[in-house]
């Protein structure tokens, strides 16, 4: 028998179906990526460009961190893969104990898988299981915000609020209602968070008045929506938000996969904000991207809500074969040391302010018609030229062109760059940006 030909095909592109990519486009003018060290990428030619993205707003540490690399030797050298059903191992409890340690108030217990999609799947869940098992079992409902993105599962699109991730995939979960997003025109080219726009969170008590409390199980949102464009919250919305939630019973989840791991100069937004979520979900940041994990934070009534069963009886019928799986574990601790020894969250805080005046610096140049900013990170809106996306994604490839790696989302593009960026590096960042803009003008 001939056996399979099996042997790469050189320059084939064919057959990786990419995600969330015009495949055809792409094969035709490949972006490829070789290389990465600390804030730069290398293309297969050599070509550098800075990380404006940190990734996918993930790689907070920078690239090719050498700790985290031996920590994950390392383990894979005394322990390929453990369970975590009904056994476990050290890493898992080590790691879960020093994140309860970081997280503001007594969000104290961690539920772990593989990314930001199965991290938002999670917290739905246990939230629904939260209820049931306190008598609430009518609680099934939840609420997500338009221009919300929490992942691609089928309880991420139906509570998230970008119209191309849901109108391709059916009915998807019944029973979820959408507060309006806080984008508000009068609120163009604010620096930190908007002025106007908290009275957007009462929107919930309309939404309560129309199915009634003991029917809703959560709100969930980004404190911060990051792939819609960058928009931070209006001033005094989240309190606002937390106030309804309490006042009626409804658990609060903080999609924090972004905002997570020292984003906003802080080490979460429900810092920055003084607001604690009932749950909180992250990814990304949390193992550098070094090796995939998410995670849900739990509060400790809600986690005690789901002990009452009989103590041999399973707590939550839910969990991933790679739930805490020791490589990530061993790669999430050691990129908290990093977080810890050098400092990295406060580092954000410090350059968010030379950020700020770089990237709002970029007002006045053509078709820029808002610019938003928090932490390190910022949103800048370019007017449409034809159909959605067309501008956004000419900036997107002129950026890369140039050296500089940005995200498109519609005619949006949004940075954040690692933690690590120096200020000259964030000029080159606004510079690059700006020749971008000029253009594709
Ligand atoms: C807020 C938010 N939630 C969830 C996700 C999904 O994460 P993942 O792509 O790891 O599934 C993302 C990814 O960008 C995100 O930004």
Same mark, same amino acid.
């Given at each position: 028998m001939t056996p399979p030909n099996t042997a790469p095909a050189a320059n084939n592109l064919e057959a990786f179906f990419m995600p969330f990519t015009a495949n055809r486009q792409f094969k035709k003018n490949p972006r490829m990526l070789a290389r990465a060290k600390g804030v730069h990428y290398w293309t297969p030619e050599g070509r550098k460009i800075i990380d404006g993205t940190a990734g996918l707003w993930c790689v907070n540490a920078g690239h090719g961190r050498e700790e985290i690399k031996a920590a994950i030797a390392k383990q894979l050298d005394e322990m390929d893969y453990a369970p975590s059903f009904q056994m476990g191992h050290p890493k898992a409890f080590e790691l879960a104990a020093r994140h309860a340690a970081l997280l503001p108030g007594d969000l104290n217990h961690a539920f772990y898988c593989n990314s930001g999609s199965e991290a938002v799947d999670s917290a739905l869940k246990i939230a629904l299981a939260y209820h049931r098992a306190n $008598?609430? $079992?009518?609680?099934t409902r939840f609420v997500g915000r338009e221009r919300g993105y929490h992942g691609v599962g089928f309880g991420g699109i139906s509570v998230g609020g970008m119209v191309n991730n849901r109108k391709w995939f059916g009915a998807m979960l019944p029973g979820v209602d959408h507060l309006p997003h806080t #984008? &508000?025109? +009068?609120?163009?080219?604010?620096?930190?968070?908007? +002025?106007? $726009?908290? #009275?957007?969170?009462?929107a919930l008590e309309g939404i309560v008045g129309l199915h009634d409390a003991s029917n809703i199980a959560a709100v969930i949102v980004e404190p911060c929506a990051g792939s819609t464009g960058f928009l931070p919250p209006p001033k005094g919305y989240l309190k606002r938000l937390r106030e309804i939630c309490d006042k009626h019973g409804i658990l609060l989840i903080f999609d +924090?996969?972004?905002? @997570?791991?020292?984003?906003? @100069?802080?080490?979460?937004a429900a810092e920055k904000f003084g607001v604690i979520p009932d749950l909180m979900t992250v990814a990304k940041g949390i193992s550098n991207a070094t090796v995939p994990m998410g995670g849900v934070f739990v509060r400790k009534n809600v986690f005690d809500g789901l002990m009452n069963g009989p103590e041999n009886a399973i707590d939550l019928f839910h969990g991933y074969?790679?739930?805490? #799986?020791p490589l990530a574990c061993a790669a999430a601790s050691a990129v908290l040391d990093i977080y810890r020894d050098e400092e990295l969250f406060a580092r954000a805080a410090e350059l968010s302010p030379y950020w700020e005046e770089g990237i709002h610096s970029?007002? $006045? &140049?053509?078709?820029?018609?808002d610019i938003r900013n928090l932490g390190m990170a910022c949103g800048i809106d370019l007017a449409p030229e034809g159909p959605v996306g067309t501008r956004g994604y000419k900036a997107f490839a002129k950026a890369f062109e140039l050296g500089l790696m940005v995200r498109q989302s519609g005619d949006a593009i949004a940075m954040s760059p690692p933690l690590v960026i120096e200020k000259a590096q964030i000029d080159e960042i606004v510079d690059i940006t700006a020749k971008t803009i000029k253009e594709v003008a």
């Open positions: $008598g609430q $079992g009518t609680r #984008h &508000l025109p +009068e609120n163009a080219f604010s620096k930190g968070e908007p +002025e106007k $726009g908290a #009275h957007l969170a009462d +924090e996969v972004i905002t @997570g791991f020292g984003r906003l @100069g802080t080490s979460f074969t790679y739930s805490a #799986h970029l007002k $006045g &140049l053509p078709n820029v018609t």
